[in-house]
């Protein structure tokens, strides 16, 4: 897996993303020059590398998946109003709002690029994966926005938006790359709902570390979801099995945002650990991670094919545990 | 030619947009209903029909490329803060701005649908093309923003500029529509360079109607875009062969906001009559109308099939004179 990393890294490192007009461009090589775990193009690799793939013909699908990627996060901080990523400004911050609409639809003509770039026999049905997969990932952050101003969310809702607007990309990059690889397209299935339930485990524990995580690994203050009553896994569950009392005090925290902070979270953290809420969470994880390993072990491929994906799962869940 | 847009009408009036969430989708329905002259899919099929193609294959990819264009516009609409397109609402008006741009978002996804709903043997190439126009609509899009800050802008500029952001969409759906009916490459060149020169002398003539138009057939108030201090080929030009005087006269009229605006016009106007620039503008257009004109006889089908082409021609430039 981290050669897989490093060969995505130097890609990226050797990518030339400026261009004419520099207003128009500066902020996409910024963007793109951010780092990030390049988990996405890593498993399209992985994907390929598992079928025999010969990595170079995927290699452009990669760069355009962590493209677009990046180009929905673009969008996403402006609409957030986010002011950091990864520690530094977001463009909307270091440049303005319109640079950072204009630059990010550009990011999405540039990820089509690359995803142009090679062909293929069975380039439209990659491609069609691909922009399906989009289409999937505006109406997960649609219904995102919808959720935080609603005042009843089911986890079952809640569960929908996130394949949406996390997993499908991750099923839809190795999807893509296993598609280049002449992958058969039972294991493709296969592979997909792979994706599908290590996207879902992987946002669950995003709400869990948020509330539980080691502040010295995470990077993050905890609780900070709490703080912006941003809506998790953690407060849905936890308003689904309360009784009326907690539930009513859950509610009125959660409406609060002129309060003493670390007391918010002092007292909802509370009310979590008297109805075993991380416990609850852990479980729904466990149960996600089964199923994801269930679909990877179905996969007809020999067993040492398989390892370079299996470690990139238990690294993706087990790094921040 | 009425054909062609009636049948360009019927496929948008049976199309269906709306889909869940609502909060993405009515903002779509909203602005691909708010009709307009459907210029570029009718130009696909007129040129998909001058080289025999079956119109069905290529009909897909004429409401793909009405798509992206109405994603261009509402983008653009943000980013100008414009209130009002076709006499409605913008959508960021109607909603808000972050709708603008996840609806926006979504809408590009959309036309890519349709351009990979059709199997053909130069997809790659049908696919190439409409990405790098989009592209260079979006450098295009910069570059007038830019240009509207910048205080010296050449006529050499300002023509990259409608190139790039008006006159390529033209061109690029002209391609599209011959490449669906297999015609020789020399003769989509030659398309191609029509639909650029038409493209240019269309917007040229639109900055020219904004001062001179009829306001009965033009449907605005005439010197709007003096009053709104707009780089146009008419003010570029004024700046260029203006003597001294008149050339520092224009300048303080262009760096006024607070003024009379009914003085402001009748000065400006002044000036251009003076300096001849009604005359100097159409002779731009009749040059860009002529290259147009060569090119769309170069092409080597016979004078029959180019006659809905020619008519659009003199339609769209005819219309408004």
New interface residues.
């Given amino acids: 897996m981290e050669s897989l990393l490093k060969r995505v890294q130097g890609i990226f490192e050797r990518e030339v993303f400026l261009s004419?007009?520099k207003?128009?461009y500066e902020p996409i090589e910024y963007t793109l020059r951010l780092g990030g775990k390049r988990i996405r193009p890593v498993m399209l690799l992985a994907a390929n590398q598992m079928f025999g793939g010969s990595m170079e013909q995927a290699e452009a699908a990669a760069v355009g998946i962590e493209v677009f990627h990046n180009f929905t996060l673009l969008?996403d901080d402006?609409?957030d109003q986010s002011p950091l990523r990864r520690g530094k400004p977001t463009v909307y911050r270091k440049w303005n709002?319109?640079t950072a609409?204009?630059s990010?639809?550009?990011m999405?003509?540039?990820a089509?690029?690359y995803m142009?770039k090679v062909?293929h026999p069975r380039?439209?049905e990659i491609?069609?994966c691909f922009?399906?997969t989009?289409?999937e990932v505006?109406?997960g952050?649609?219904?995102d926005?919808?959720f935080e101003r609603e005042s009843e969310t089911t986890i079952a809702e809640y569960m929908m938006m996130i394949r949406l607007k996390t997993a499908v990309l991750l099923a839809g990059a190795l999807k893509i790359g296993a598609l280049y690889a002449g992958a058969p397209d039972e294991d493709v299935d296969h592979l997909y709902e792979y994706g599908i339930h290590l996207g879902l485990a992987f946002q669950l524990q995003d709400d869990l570390l948020d509330a539980y995580g080691d502040v010295a690994v995470f990077g993050k203050q905890t609780g900070q979801d709490i703080r912006d009553n941003k809506k998790t896994y953690l407060i849905l569950k936890a308003l689904e099995v309360a009784p009326m009392q907690e539930r009513e005090e859950l509610k009125r925290w959660f409406a609060t945002t002129d309060c003493n902070d670390d007391e918010k979270v002092a007292s909802v953290l509370k009310i979590y650990a008297g109805l075993n809420i991380k416990e609850k969470v852990e479980e729904a994880i466990e149960t996600e991670f089964e199923s994801a390993r269930r679909h990877l072990d179905a996969i007809r491929v020999e067993e040492a094919r398989k390892r370079p994906l299996r470690e990139l799962t238990e690294a993706l869940l087990g790094r921040k545990k």
């Fill in positions: 004419e007009p207003g128009l969008h402006l609409m709002g319109n609409i204009l990010g639809d550009t999405f003509a540039l089509w690029r142009l062909e380039l439209r491609l069609n922009n399906e989009a289409i505006c109406e952050q649609q219904y926005m919808d």
